[in-house]
């Protein structure tokens, strides 16, 4: 007897089964196991269960939902607003940004309560189907120096320092698809200790274009800048530098050659500070790096130092073939600045007052408005080529919406796609 001829033998028997007696049921089940063939125990489930055609729907295991579709909408919302960070840094910023999102969204106390105690790994679970991870492949730009080598000392040990004013440099270059001739680069500086970042735009990457740059931010650090690790690039290992670290009593070090992760942390922000917001395109005029700049020097500086928490790493703990990472809680570079004793007493001040009058949904804003006047001033001829099924209408809105976080090193990457969605960061 087929599949079909015993689910029709049973709709036939259902009924009368129901009807009968105990002894016409006991003789109909072992006549109904003798022809479909089907356990006994299976053939009393399938006799004593629900009618044949209206199958029940199966109870949903595990608990129920406990975060509705409101609190889930604001979460999502806040992490684009705060630029896709991890989930941890986005749980550590909620309550320190929580001023401003009771009067974007108006929230109950009940709301604002589970967006307060949702964990950092129910958060990744939540935004799990909104984050998509972007590919990219890189193409170092680094031209090494040698002239100097044998006179700047190689740091091969880890960063160990508890006061801020330890710090890496690095180049980002702006060059498309196209290493030739004059283009964009962004000097990067991030302090090791606080993760302070600050950032200025180059056209060409000179000796001296570089040591002015670092002038300018050193200028402008809330404290003294002791120290300064680069890579192995012409750009860093050359006179101009060294003679202006000994005129500041600034610590000039290098890491390995072919080694990025000597300079890890600033390779990092490399990636969450530059390109993601500027994407790949090429920029080659006075014109874009003065607004690159306009960008470096304000809204960005302090919507990444002064909103945007970040953690990090404690230890390693090996635990078998496994190795557990421990991070320290999330703060903010202001916060980790002030709670050091190397900050300018004279700044401080200036620097809480300006945190309480800002707003990050309003610098986000601003952030958006300045890299569409960036991206319009760049180069489209030798930048990358925007899929022909994603349209380039598309493909400019979408590069606008994902920034907030670019590459490593003195290296310019093409990516497969023009998708700016956050890998996660976040």
């Given at each position: ?5 015993k ?48 199958q029940?729907e ?39 940004w ?9 929230m ?49 040990d ?16 702006h060059c ?18 606080s ?19 670092l ?38 070090t ?30 080659d ?46 703060q ?22 300006l ?8 610098l ?54 023009r ?5 996660l960061?976040?």
């Amino acid at each position: 007897m087929g599949h079909k001829a015993k689910w029709e033998y049973f709709r036939a028997v259902y009924e009368r089964y129901h009807r009968a007696g105990r002894e016409a049921k006991h003789l109909m089940l072992n006549e109904f196991c003798l022809n479909t063939g089907y356990h006994r125990k299976y053939a009393i489930r399938l006799l004593n269960g629900p009618p044949p055609g209206k199958q029940p729907e199966r109870r949903r295991r595990g608990r129920r939902p406990r975060y509705g579709p409101q609190v889930l909408s604001i979460l999502a919302a806040i992490w684009e607003a705060a630029g896709y960070p991890w989930s941890v840094r986005l749980k550590a910023l909620l309550p320190s940004w929580m001023p401003w999102i009771r009067k974007r969204y108006r929230m109950t106390s009940a709301t604002e309560k589970q967006l307060l105690g949702i964990s950092a790994r129910q958060i990744d679970r939540r935004l799990r189907a909104r984050k998509s991870e972007r590919k990219r492949v890189i193409y170092g730009r680094t031209k090494p120096g040698s002239l100097l080598k044998h006179h700047i000392p190689v740091k091969t040990d880890s960063w160990d320092v508890t006061s801020p004013g330890f710090s890496e440099i690095d180049l980002v270059a702006h060059c498309g698809n196209s290493g030739d001739g004059e283009f964009a680069h962004t000097l990067n500086l991030t302090d090791i200790h606080s993760g302070w970042t600050e950032s200025r735009a180059l056209l060409g990457k000179s000796q001296v274009a570089v040591q002015q740059g670092l002038d300018e931010i050193e200028k402008r650090l809330f404290f003294r800048l002791l120290g300064v690790d680069s890579d192995n690039g012409s750009e860093f290992i050359n006179w101009h530098l060294q003679r202006w670290c000994e005129q500041k009593q600034i610590q000039l070090t290098r890491g390995r050659p072919y080694k990025k992760d000597d300079n890890a942390h600033v390779e990092q922000k490399n990636w969450t500070h530059v390109r993601k917001l500027l994407g790949w395109e090429r920029y080659d005029s006075a014109a874009a790096v003065e607004a690159i700049n306009d960008l470096y020097r304000e809204e960005l500086r302090w919507w990444m130092n002064l909103y945007l928490p970040s953690v990090k790493l404690v230890k390693k703990v090996r635990v078998g073939s496994k190795v557990r990472r421990v991070y320290d809680a999330a703060q903010t570079p202001l916060e980790r600045v002030l709670a050091g004793a190397q900050a300018k007493p004279e700044r401080v001040a200036e620097l809480k007052k300006l945190r309480q009058g800002l707003n990050p949904f309003q610098l986000g804003k601003l952030i958006d408005q300045k890299l569409q006047r960036i991206y319009d001033l760049a180069n489209r001829r030798l930048s990358p080529k925007v899929p022909a099924e994603n349209g380039g209408a598309q493909a400019k809105e979408k590069t606008q919406r994902g920034r907030r976080n670019g590459d490593g090193g003195s290296s310019v990457t093409f990516p497969m796609s023009r998708r700016s969605n956050p890998g996660l960061h976040l």
